[in-house]
């Protein structure tokens, strides 16, 4: 399931009705319920249940006049007294003691007769996939719960980037864009070996930036190999050498002097940008050379970039080199350029005539 679904679905629910997300580790699943929390304006309760015991849960026993009760832990109490979203997490990881008290939670809305509060929700999540080591839960159990797996892809990641998150470095996010499928591994997991997940993102993302080595601000010559050694540890080495090549590599705020400069060694840099930079980097030279005297190696240059580009761009442009108001730069950028149109209009005559 989508994540937006399963969030907007969440949301709708009465409160009585208890959620369960599944799926495999690292996917978000407690970024979810805390933005459902902050949707629905209330404080969120997290509680990791595979590191509590079951006296963690019910509480202590004090002597009550001749006999004895359990006073309830301050969260949960305070999950009686309030509404709020009390998260348990790692639920199929707890002991099967500690799933009893969760069973006793979910089903009966309160526990050694202390009731939550009508309006709080409760929401568990359990990793599934056979590299986790867990305790299979109870159907009775499970049962209980509006249950869905969810498998998020990279436009629910790029999504939660850009307008949740909003401090993803933008040279990962458009690494993710062109690589969705670097986001998460979902092959089959060999002992002892790091692999991507968006958690282990958001860590890189973190760490990197914390560091002073935003992806954005360290690209081509300001790449620092460190980068490397930061993402081994997060995503793992395979993935890491082809981030780290990928910001080296990486031209954000480039110029027309940056691609008179930087095209013959790192041609493949600039042919594998997206067409809206490509445009934009056509747009630049048109305005590069009304204001700059270009030479023929420069416009050379230039040219080799353009035939990089779609026939229509290529065809758009000379029609504009068309206009310039230096003859010397309209007659070099025609005399290159030319060959490359007419060839295209000739194919197009041909494949006419074929047709016909």
């Known amino acids: ?66 006999s004895t009760k359990f006073l309830p832990p301050d969260w949960f109490l305070e999950c009686c007294k309030n509404p709020r979203v009390l998260f348990l997490d790692e639920l199929n990881r707890a002991t099967r003691e500690v799933q009893n008290c969760a069973f006793q939670i979910i089903l009966d809305r309160e526990l050694n007769g202390h009731k939550l509060h009508p309006e709080t929700r409760v929401y568990a999540a359990i990793n599934v996939g056979n590299e986790y080591q867990v305790i299979d839960m109870d159907p009775a159990l499970e049962r209980r719960f509006y249950s869905r797996e969810l498998n998020p892809d990279s436009e629910d990641w790029l999504d939660w980037a850009r307008n949740i998150k909003k401090t993803i470095d933008p040279v990962i996010i458009e690494y993710i864009e062109r690589y969705p499928s670097h986001l998460r591994y979902e092959e089959k997991f060999q002992p002892g070996k790091k692999y991507p997940n968006p958690a282990s993102w958001e860590m890189l993302n973190d760490s990197l930036i914390h560091a002073g080595l935003a992806p954005s601000q360290s690209t081509g010559v300001n790449y620092n190999s460190v980068i490397l050694d930061f993402a081994e540890g997060f995503i793992g080495q395979e993935y890491s050498a082809k981030f780290a090549s990928f910001i080296q590599n990486y031209i954000s705020d480039y110029s027309v002097k940056d691609l008179i400069k930087l095209y013959p060694t790192k041609r493949k840099v600039f042919d594998s940008l997206k067409n809206t930079k490509k445009n934009e980097m056509i747009r630049k030279i048109v305005d590069y050379q009304k204001a700059n005297i270009m030479n023929l190696s420069d416009i050379n240059i230039c040219c080799d970039f353009i035939e990089s580009c779609s026939q229509e761009m290529i065809n758009s442009f000379h029609d504009t080199c068309m206009t310039f108001e230096n003859l010397e730069h309209k007659k070099a950028f025609h005399a290159r350029l030319y060959k490359n149109v007419l060839r295209h209009l000739n194919e197009i005559v041909l494949e006419g005539n074929a047709c016909l």
């Open 1 to 66: 399931m989508k994540i937006k679904t399963f969030i907007s679905v969440v949301k709708s629910l009465p409160p009585h009705i208890s959620v369960l997300a599944k799926g495999p580790t690292g996917i978000g699943k407690s970024h979810v319920y805390k933005q459902i929390a902050k949707n629905l304006n209330m404080p969120m309760i997290d509680r990791r249940l595979a590191i509590m015991t079951e006296g963690d849960l019910v509480g202590l026993p004090i002597v009550s006049g001749d």
